[in-house]
T-cell receptor
């Protein structure tokens, strides 16, 4: 199993450009989420999905879109990049958050710089 | 909205000393999870607590979930240099599918 695969690992964008961060998992996990990590801010939830065709907003959704057409893939789209979106982005997946001792499996992250 | 507060933000200890990080929520949580992130790495799941007053141990790590399910703690006994990293708690409010993280406690260990 590859786990959670994120691409690209690094990206530099100009203000106003758009791009898609890719995330794929091969563990048949229902849940997938996107977090951004900024110094001193912890991990903030952008969007999440509890299954194919179902998405919902997290704490900081503005400027980002997501879709979940398959169980495996959960791309994050930046519509018009802004310097405030400079961050490290993590995709994570999990089985349903029930009483079983399962947590999120995180990808290795995408470091995005917007200039 | 749901908030998960974590203290302290930083902790520096001498190797062999104990370490504790605390997590508090403004609302009752259905469960709480703990993660560790090594410098330059990604968060790695450690454990999940579900029941009121639950205590779980993993070698030198002890995790507690408060009776009211609004607070939790992670205690490391006799820290080692391998314990270096940032420890995050993450909680889910009852009925919500969102997993909200605290800001983390960054632990450094002086050998």
């Amino acid at each position: 199993n590859a786990g959670v695969t994120q691409t690209p690992k690094f990206q530099v964008l100009k203000t106003g450009q758009s791009m898609t961060l890719q995330c794929a998992q091969d563990m048949n996990h229902e849940y997938m989420s996107w977090y951004r990590q900024d110094p001193g801010m912890g991990l903030r939830l952008i969007h999440y999905s509890v299954g194919a065709g179902i998405t919902d907003q997290g704490e900081v959704p503005n400027g980002y879109n997501v879709s979940r057409s398959t169980t495996e893939d959960f791309p994050l789209r930046l519509l018009s990049a802004a310097p405030s979106q400079t961050s490290v982005y993590f995709c994570a997946s999990s089985y349903r958050l029930t009483e079983r001792n399962y947590g999120y499996t995180f990808g290795s992250g995408t470091r995005l710089t917007v200039v | 909205g749901q908030q998960v507060m974590q203290i302290p933000q930083y902790q520096h200890v001498q190797e062999g000393e104990d370490f504790t990080t605390y997590c508090n929520s403004s609302t009752t949580l259905s469960n709480i999870q703990w993660y560790k992130q090594r410098p330059g790495g990604h968060p790695v799941f450690l454990i999940q607590l579900v029941k009121s007053g639950e205590v779980k141990k993993q070698k030198r790590l002890t995790f507690q979930f408060g009776e009211a399910k609004k607070n939790s703690s992670l205690h490391i006994t006799a820290t080692q240099t391998t314990d270096v990293g940032t420890y995050f708690c993450a909680g889910r409010q009852g009925g919500s599918e969102k997993l909200v993280f605290g800001k983390g406690t960054k632990l450094t260990v002086n050998p």
